[in-house]
């Protein structure tokens, strides 16, 4: 049985189709296959709030090349979110109309706090020690999205309009950075030590060139170190010296000030990486919501 999840986000959209295993009492998923389209919708949205008739034409080519996928690959069932820029242009849900009508996909535009949920939803906490204090970071094209844990619990959850695609146009707000810096301040105050799980495309990248190994958590001064290396190359140099893809060389570099700046804040000396992202929560949503027992 197949599963797949949709993520509709401001820098690239993405497929996740996942082969669902049931072993006795435990439901769990493999990656089958991962497509992802880097259509950048957070420049027309964060700019002009609005989808353009070029940048809706290829969102709707890519979904009908999605559903295809999803037939010939006979998923069972699925889910489609569309996150920051689709929330922020005012043809939002115009352009969820023509999705369904053209690609027959049903996709829900979602708040920042239910994105947050569902990135929880990927069960990073699994492998990690559920009696420390977390605070889960992800960074994506138009926001950022921060969750603390403490003992496996819940405390404080927040999805402030801070981004790499909205820093790249220049749309993040000096405003938006002290509302962010006041959460990160009022919710940590009471903790000693925190760790970061850091979760998106960026970070998942500034990982692999750290060569960490074995799931070995980043540390805040291997973080700098590599943003201060990658920030010395022009954006030409880092696509062709670096062998970056051209939708990572440039985002890559703002992503590494939000990290900074989170981890700084919160004082949180080591960060974990463990390469999941919102497709994989929605997978996991979808396990617990025909699982019900499983949760």
């Known amino acids: ?29 493999k990656k089958n296959t991962l497509i992802r389209v880097p259509l950048r919708l957070g420049d027309d949205a964060f700019l ?61 535009i979602i708040q920042g706090q239910k994105e947050a949920k569902i990135i929880y939803a990927s069960h990073v906490e699994d492998n990690i020690d559920k009696n420390k204090n977390y605070l889960y970071i992800d960074v994506g094209g138009g926001s950022t999205e921060l969750s ?48 970061g799980i850091g979760t998106g495309g960026n970070i998942n990248k500034l990982y692999k060139l ?16 590599l943003y201060n290396y990658l920030n010395s190359f022009s954006l030409k140099d880092r696509i062709n010296v670096l062998g970056l893809n051209q939708d990572r060389a440039d985002v890559i570099i703002p992503a590494s000030e939000i990290f900074i700046t989170v981890m700084k804040w919160a004082n949180i000396k ?16 979808l396990i617990e919501k025909n699982f019900p027992k499983h949760d």
């Open 1 to 29: 049985m197949r599963y797949a999840a949709i993520d509709i986000g401001s820098n690239a959209v993405r497929l996740l189709i996942a082969d669902i295993i049931e072993n006795n009492e435990s439901v769990s998923f």
């Open 210 to 225: 750290s060569e960490e190994k074995n799931n070995a958590p980043m540390s805040f001064n291997k973080l700098k170190s």
């Open 270 to 285: 080591n960060i974990f990486v463990p390469s999941v992202g919102m497709v994989d929560g929605i997978i996991q949503t």
């Open 148 to 195: 603390l844990f403490s003992d496996g619990e819940l405390l404080a959850s927040r999805s402030f309009n801070i981004g790499t695609i909205r820093m790249l146009d220049n749309q993040d707000k000096e405003e938006t950075w002290a509302d962010m810096r006041e959460f990160i301040r009022d919710s940590t105050k009471n903790f000693k030590l925190i760790s």
């Open 48 to 108: 002009n709030q609005y989808i353009s008739e070029r940048k809706s034409t290829d969102l709707i080519k890519s979904m009908r090349a999605f559903r295809d996928l999803m037939d010939v690959y006979k998923v069972k069932d699925y889910m489609a979110f569309a996150t920051s820029a689709m929330r922020e242009a005012k043809n939002g849900n115009e352009v969820v109309k023509l999705i369904k009508d053209e690609a027959g996909i049903d996709l829900e």
